[in-house]
């Protein structure tokens, strides 16, 4: 039995490859719980930088959405501008026909009063022909001629220049006399009759 007034005896192995062999256990145990704690670290850095990716795509994703839908309300834009600019210069050029045609039916009317020898008639017929085919080339763009005469007094088709006393109620606001044609193209005025209406008072 030892005496317990013995004073302890420490032993320590100093044989070499006892101390490589008992050395490294305590770096590796350090690299593991270091590695065991940076892991979480690194994997939310990359969540995170993969969630800013994602929204930087959405947010690319939706300008792009957004400069194409402008885009194509500009073409709408440009086509239904470039369509009325046309039909306001068709309409122009319509209006500048219809002087011709007055000028025409000017021409017959004085020929029909002023005289009937032969040479008169046949001017008359070529006049009369060349403002038929003037109206058929006119009707080919869509102009038609507004019928006025008999028909009730419409602001919107027609414009009244004089007024004709009469004493029938039934004639009232009725068109009795045609000063110049009123023309259409299409379903749109293109220019009023201009038009005697009748009138009681």
């Not at 892991?39 to 939310?44: A, I, N, S």
């Not at 007094?153 to 006393?165: K, L, M, T, Y």
Request: overall charge negative.
């Amino acid at each position: 039995m030892s005496d317990p007034r013995e004073p302890e005896v420490k032993v320590v192995d100093r044989r070499w490859w006892a101390r490589q062999s008992a050395e490294p256990a305590a770096p590796v145990a350090a690299e593991e719980s270091g590695a065991s704690l940076r892991k979480p670290t690194v994997v939310e850095e990359l969540e995170t930088q993969l969630m800013r990716a994602n929204d930087q795509l959405q947010a690319v994703l939706s300008e792009h959405r957004r400069a194409s839908e402008e885009f194509e309300q500009i073409k709408v834009r440009i086509r239904r501008d470039t369509a009325r600019e046309v039909e306001r210069g068709r309409r122009a050029v319509l209006v500048e026909m219809l002087d011709v045609v007055d000028n025409l039916d000017r021409a017959i009317g004085a020929a029909r009063e002023s005289s009937s020898t032969d040479a008169s008639e046949t001017l008359l017929r070529g006049v009369e022909l060349v403002r038929e085919q003037f109206l058929s080339k006119l009707e080919s763009f869509g102009v038609t001629r507004l019928h006025a005469l008999g028909e009730h007094f419409d602001p919107q088709r027609h414009e009244a220049v004089s007024i004709a006393p009469v004493t029938d109620p039934s004639q009232e606001g009725l068109v009795v006399a045609v000063v110049k044609e009123g023309y259409a193209v299409g379903d749109e005025l293109l220019r009023p009759a201009v038009v005697v209406v009748a009138s009681r008072g």
